[in-house]
């Protein structure tokens, strides 16, 4: 497969150019004003992670973050941690996404919920950065490296744009002990041609050779289960509103569900929460 089919099929997994206008025809339906929103009421299709915002600051609350700093967003999503870590813990953000749809929503939800002055999102492939050498201060990945085909590329451009001593903070589903093939859909991938999970020893050695000094790592599988699974058992009561992840996927979010719980119940996948130091 060469990177430009892959590029497409990622974005075709994760969003459709129609994605704006679907979002704020949902909201005008809620009787919600989709120009003036607040994080706290659009978290469901702005946290695409295990563990939603309190994952985030789980993190974030490790980082030692200082205000005013530069933090890139890698593979921001929709924005919802690019804004978490804006209104916050004060710093500013670039977010990078390589889906275009998800960039101009990230825009437009910014703007609507007033922090747009102190965020810039760029679509662009985080193996390849339209960024300075040695530019930003921190770096946040959550949910991103699996979807990279080359994870030393990635690793590699990550390293060039952060400073001396800067953080890689990280919080990323990796390949567990269980070798039995993933079931899919996931919400990450369609197919196993756009999930390229590690198992977290070759992880290491690549955060290791890109210049990476880990600083601390947990795995926090088990909390993410249970995190999955509450919310499983609420979508299947019918009690998640609707503003939900299905409206970014379709009703093909359930199965996906259900299969990344299946797929961490079964330690076919983990899930780590780490810092690296750029050496
Ligand atoms: C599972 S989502 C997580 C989004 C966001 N980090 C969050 O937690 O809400 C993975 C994101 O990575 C983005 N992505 C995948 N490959 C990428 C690449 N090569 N460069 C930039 N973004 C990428 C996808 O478009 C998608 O938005």
Redesign the pocket.
């Known amino acids: 497969m060469n990177p430009t089919d892959h590029t497409q099929r990622?974005i075709q997994h994760?969003a459709d150019a129609n994605l704006v206008h679907r979002l704020r025809e949902a909201l005008i339906a809620e009787g919600d004003n989709p120009d003036a929103l607040s994080c706290d009421q659009i978290a469901p299709i702005?946290?695409?992670?295990l563990g939603g915002r309190a994952a985030s600051r789980q993190l974030a609350d490790k980082a030692g973050f200082i205000p005013g700093q530069q933090v890139l967003d890698?593979?921001?999503?929709?924005g919802?941690?690019s804004r978490l870590l804006l209104d916050e813990y004060g710093v500013q953000v670039i977010g990078?996404?390589?889906?275009p749809a998800?960039i101009e929503t990230a825009v437009w939800l910014t703007q609507a919920c007033g922090l747009h002055p102190r965020a810039k999102f760029i679509c662009?492939?985080?193996?390849q950065l339209p960024l300075e050498a040695e530019s930003v201060d921190a770096i946040w990945s959550?949910?991103?490296l699996m979807?990279?085909p080359n994870l030393e590329a990635?690793l590699a451009e990550a390293a060039r744009v952060l400073k001396p001593g800067g953080q890689l903070l990280l919080h990323e589903l990796l390949q567990g002990e269980n070798p039995a093939p993933l079931d899919f859909p996931v919400?990450?991938a369609d197919e196993a041609g756009t999930s390229h999970l590690r198992p977290q020893q070759a992880f290491e050695q690549a955060l290791s050779a890109a210049g990476f000094t880990l600083k601390r790592s947990e795995d926090i599988s088990q909390q993410a289960l249970a995190w999955r699974q509450k919310h499983r058992a609420k979508e299947a009561r019918g009690q998640t509103g609707i503003l939900t992840p299905q409206l970014i996927f379709g009703p093909r979010f359930i199965q996906m569900g259900k299969n990344l719980l299946d797929n961490l119940a079964s330690d076919k996948v983990r899930l780590v929460e780490a810092i690296w130091v750029k050496s």
Not at 46 to 49: F, T
Not at 74 to 78: A, D, I
């Open positions: 990622l994760y702005d946290q695409l992670h890698l593979g921001c999503g929709t919802g941690t990078v996404d390589i889906t998800f662009a492939d985080a193996q959550q949910h991103t979807n990279l990635g919400p990450w």
